[in-house]
């Protein structure tokens, strides 16, 4: 399996600063959106999406968990396009070794 073969169920939705909206489906695009274009590159929301993004890479089980993260990042920064509540994606903890 490749890394493009870990496309979310269901796409993460955000306006942009500029008022045009993005759809992410797939980690990769979502950590490279984090790392290139993303508006404030600061704070623990961001720091975690671009962790478990980058992790959901190496292992399909974390896919989850990166989505939950980019949602939560959105989310901060105000950038997420409200929709129905997710039942199984709540706050994302970092990892013990932060």
Partial sequence: M???DLYWTK?????????LKR???HPYDALDFLESEW???HGV?????????????ETEQL??????SFMTA??????????KPERRCG????????
Avoid: D, K, N
Avoid at 11 to 19: D, Y
Avoid at 45 to 57: D, F, I
Avoid at 63 to 68: H, I, K, N, P, Q
Avoid at 74 to 83: C, F
């Fill in 91 to 98: 706050t994302v903890a970092a990892p013990h070794h932060w």
């Fill in 74 to 83: 959105a989310r901060e920064a105000g950038m997420l396009v409200p929709g």
């Fill in 63 to 68: 896919a989850g968990l990166a989505r939950c």
């Fill in 39 to 41: 508006p404030t590159r």
């Fill in 45 to 57: 929301a961001y720091r975690r999406a671009v962790l478990w993004c980058g992790q959901s890479l």
């Fill in 11 to 19: 796409p993460v939705e955000i306006r942009m600063q500029c008022g």
């Fill in 23 to 25: 759809s992410f489906r």
């Fill in 2 to 4: 490749s890394i493009y």
